[in-house]
Structures are given as structure tokens and as C-alpha cells.
T-cell receptor, first 114, second 110 residues
Framework: KAGVTQTPRYLIKTRGQQVTLSCSPISGHRSVSWYQQTPGQGLQFLFEYFSETQRNKGNFPGRFSGRQFSNSRSEMNVSTLELGDSALYLC?????????????FGDGTRLSIL | DAKTTQPNSMESNEEEPVHLPCNHSTISGTDYIHWYRQLPSQGPEYVIH???SNVNNRMASLAIAEDRKSSTLILHRATLRDAAVYYC???????????FGKGTMLLVSP
């Protein structure tokens, strides 16, 4: 069974640009969550999508947005990039996205802002 | 949001048991306790989770205090491959809240 796939693995952008990251969940999983990881803040939850609807959202500005397609693949978009957006962005999938189920993470996209 | 507290780091010798503590004094009755670990340059990996009773799987055991305000992840025989950052996470059954601890960096010496 293929795991969670995130593309690209590495990305370099400059301030003011926008970026789109992609996540393909495990087949059959309908919940996809996105996280930002930085050395100072650790893992922080961005948002979760279930059946193409955003079901839960963390405390990030509106520059961070996402969507989910009918095949459960998800994209995350960050507009007007800032230096502080440099981080590892992780996506995780689970069958239903509820608390009694494990989440399966991809290896992340490392985003560097120059 | 319920929060977790973990030690910043712990050390162990190979082949010895490791007990990784986590405090979650404000846990709600519907919060599941999950443990994940993260090796360098990889995404987090699920280890184990539980609600009230102690749990065992092939990777580890999870001991949950009777009042559920703390839990302990037990690695029965540490190996070098267990060296990672371990995260204690609370996931609400309704998926309405997510809280992460800072994690414990486990160092394993041969």
C-alpha cells in the first residue's frame, strides 16, 4: 500500500511569491491534514480537509489556504510569502480523521524563502 | 485547547527499556492520547494511541494514568533506530481540536 506522497520535496521561493504544495493521501483515506514544522515552534496544525470540505482550521493567517479534490488529493497554497514561512510542510492522511485513528504522514515539503 | 508537556530530551542505552513521560492535565474525556515519533529528514511516524486503558503493539506500550492526566510511552528494548523526537499528541474524538507537545528527543547510545 503506497504511503502519503508530497511534492515537491524541496522548494525555494522569494518573498512576495506564492507557492502550491501537493499531497496524495493513502488510497481510501478521506481526511487530509496539513502541518507546519519549524525548529522554534515545532509542529503546528494548519487545516484539515474531509470529503473536499475544510473541517478544521488552525491559527494561521488567510495567506494559507488549501483545497481537496474528489480523489482526496489535497493542495496547500501560501500567497505573499514571508521569510517566516520557511518551514517543513507536512501532510497526513487518515480514513476518517477522527481521534481514534492513526494519521499517516508524508515526508514533507521543505520550503525555503529567500 | 488541551496541552501536553514533555521533557526536552532523554538518554538511554541500547537494549534497555525507555519510559517517555507526557503530562496532559487538562485533557478532556473525549481526547485520545497519541504518540508519534520523527526521525531526521522524515515525516512523523505513528507509534501508538489510547483512550483510557493501557495499550500494546509491536512497537511500544502506552501506560495511561487512572486520572488520564499523564501517560508514558514504553519502549521495551531501545535500539539505535529508536533515536528520534517523540511527540505526545491529544486528538479529540470529534476532531475539533489538535494540540502538540514540543516533543522529547531520545538519544540512544550503543
Amino acid at each position: 500500500k503506497a504511503g502519503v506522497t508530497q511534492t515537491p520535496r524541496y522548494l525555494i521561493k522569494t518573498r512576495g511569491q506564492q507557492v502550491t504544495l501537493s499531497c496524495s493521501p493513502i488510497s481510501g483515506h478521506r481526511s487530509v491534514s496539513w502541518y507546519q514544522q519549524t525548529p522554534g515552534q515545532g509542529l503546528q496544525f494548519l487545516f484539515e480537509y474531509f470529503s473536499e470540505t475544510q473541517r478544521n482550521k488552525g491559527n494561521f493567517p488567510g495567506r494559507f489556504s488549501g483545497r481537496q479534490f474528489s480523489n482526496s488529493r489535497s493542495e496547500m497554497n501560501v500567497s505573499t510569502l514571508e521569510l517566516g514561512d520557511s518551514a517543513l510542510y507536512l501532510c497526513a492522511s487518515s480514513a476518517q480523521g477522527i481521534g481514534n485513528q492513526p494519521q499517516h504522514f508524508g515526508d514533507g515539503t521543505r520550503l525555503s524563502i529567500l | 485547547d488541551a496541552k501536553t508537556t514533555q521533557p526536552n530530551s532523554m538518554e538511554s542505552n541500547e537494549e534497555e527499556p525507555v519510559h517517555l513521560p507526557c503530562n496532559h492535565s487538562t485533557i478532556s474525556g473525549t481526547d485520545y492520547i497519541h504518540w508519534y515519533r520523527q526521525l531526521p529528514s522524515q515525516g512523523p511516524e505513528y507509534v501508538i494511541h489510547g483512550l483510557t486503558s493501557n495499550v500494546n503493539n509491536r512497537m511500544a506500550s502506552l501506560a495511561i494514568a487512572e486520572d488520564r492526566k499523564s501517560s508514558t510511552l514504553i519502549l521495551h528494548r531501545a535500539t539505535l533506530r529508536d533515536a528520534a523526537v517523540y511527540y505526545c499528541i491529544l486528538l479529540n474524538s470529534g476532531y475539533s481540536t489538535l494540540t502538540f507537545g514540543k516533543g522529547t528527543m531520545l538519544l540512544v547510545s550503543p
